[in-house]
């Protein structure tokens, strides 16, 4: 069964190509974790690691042409040597060039999941959702909104919000575990689109389990970071959230986790 020990046992390589803004903190909160992240950029040297990497994630955040063919390239790469692919489609709803990169990567190149907040995934199967740059208002119906994308693309997707839920094969779990100190540090869901892509790997077969996990340790993490000494403040949260990836067990995943489960 999927579970942080697991993860730290196979310390898995992650390759991020990812947000600049992010870069650091995603490096961090990985190793803190038990993964094995690489920054990697260069289609010569991706050739060479992502033979050994147990997961890729593709994150759109700092988007040009010549990233848009890296992340073509990547996912190539991917494909060939059988790694996992997660892609993160930061603020696909705010513009037409966004959105077309995140369609171009959807229905061109093999994903193992798709992990969005509720108005990027929301925009990808044509939900209206009321959103602003990376940033998407609560929703109500996040688990429908997960359900739609995943019969639309077949694919694995992770909504997050202030509830979270996550939808493989037609079956949606929802995650009522989190901190609302989270949106207030740049680089938390961007990191996290790096956690799931640490997690899809480790079983075959078992995607729905092991984002699950993925999304439950990182937000118990939350909850345990918020409550430390000015855990409310933002900066010592950030800290406090990279010590609680550091800390967290899967006995405390197991005796605070909240999840509702729905079979469409």
Known sequence: MTSLKLLK???????????????????????ALGAS???????????????YAGGLLINIGTLTDNNWKLYQEALKIAEKYNVPAVLDPVACGAGEYRKKVADDLINNYKLAAIRGNAGEIASLVGINVESKGVDSAGVDNIDEIALAANEKFNIPIVVTGEVDAIAVNGEVVTIHNGSAMMPKVIGTGCLLGAVVASFIGLEKGQELKSLETAMLVYNIAGEMAEKRPNGHLPGTFKVEFINALYEITDEDVKKFKRVKKNVS
């Open 9 to 31: 046992e196979k310390a898995p390589l992650v390759i991020c190509i990812t947000n600049d803004v992010v870069k650091n903190f995603t490096a961090n909160g990985l190793v």
């Open 37 to 51: 992240p690489a920054m990697s950029e260069y289609p010569a040297d991706l050739e060479d690691l992502l033979k």
